[in-house]
T-cell receptor, first 114, second 109 residues
Framework: DAGVIQSPRHEVTEMGQEVTLRCKPI?????LFWYRQTMMRGLELLIY????????DSGMPEDRFSAKMPNASFSTLKIQPSEPRDSAVYFC????????????FGPGTRLTVT | TQLLEQSPQFLSIQEGENLTVYCNSS?????LQWYRQEPGEGPVLLVT?????EVKKLKRLTFQFGDARKDSSLHITAAQPGDTGLYLC?????????FGKGTLLTVNP
């Protein structure tokens, strides 16, 4: 079975540009999580969804960040406008209800904002 | 806000040595997970512990959950170069996880 799929794997953009990160969770998983990882702050939860509905977005740093999950097999994380301090690796993870709470992570998107 | 502190932050040892890394919090967690992350990849779950005082073994890795469910340790016996990676602990309340910053382990041949 395919794991969590993220695209692009690498993104380099200029400050002020819009960035869209994409995620396809594992089929049958009904929870989807977006994380950001930096050396300084470690792995931080940004937002998570259950059955396509956002449950907790308290980790979203500011209004420049938005996330959507239009269906069970696709989610996006958008940054508009992007800033150099947004440079990080962004991970998507999924899990299914009633399991052991194990989260399955994608390979991440390395974002660099110049 | 629940925080998890991991120590040491960095650890470099020789193949065959034993080591222990720690994960501590002032908060109680309903479960605690350990993940390993290799460069360029996402974290991969090693174990979940749920009961205070619980000990789980995974080959040369031994995981312990503190009696009060606020801390955990990971002990590796006879470390191998393949054990190299970032070890992350994560405390859970239902499906929401809080991660520590990790211990970066390097095992030299």
């Amino acid at each position: 079975d395919a794991g969590v799929i993220q695209s692009p794997r690498h993104e380099v953009t200029e400050m002020g540009q819009e960035v869209t990160l994409r995620c396809k969770p594992i089929s049958g998983h009904d929870y989807l999580f977006w994380y950001r990882q930096t050396m300084m702050r470690g792995l931080e939860l940004l937002i998570y969804f259950n059955n396509n509905v956002p449950i907790d977005d308290s980790g979203m740093p500011e209004d420049r960040f938005s996330a959507k999950m239009p269906n069970a097999s696709f989610s996006t994380l958008k940054i508009q406008p992007s800033e150099p301090r947004d440079s990080a690796v962004y991970f998507c993870a999924s899990t299914r209800a009633g399991g052991s709470y194990e989260q399955y992570f994608g390979p991440g998107t390395r974002l660099t904002v110049t | 806000t629940q925080l998890l502190e991991q120590s040491p932050q960095f650890l470099s040892i020789q193949e065959g040595e034993n080591l222990t890394v720690y994960c501590n919090s002032s908060s109680v967690f309903s479960s605690l997970q350990w993940y390993r992350q290799e460069p360029g990849e996402g974290p991969v779950l090693l174990v979940t512990v749920v009961t205070g005082g619980e000990v789980k073994k995974l080959k040369r890795l031994t995981f312990q959950f503190g009696d009060a469910r606020k801390d955990s340790s990971l002990h590796i016996t006879a470390a191998q170069p393949g054990d190299t990676g970032l070890y992350l602990c994560a405390g859970g309340s239902n499906y929401k996880l809080t991660f520590g910053k990790g211990t970066l382990l390097t095992v030299n041949p």
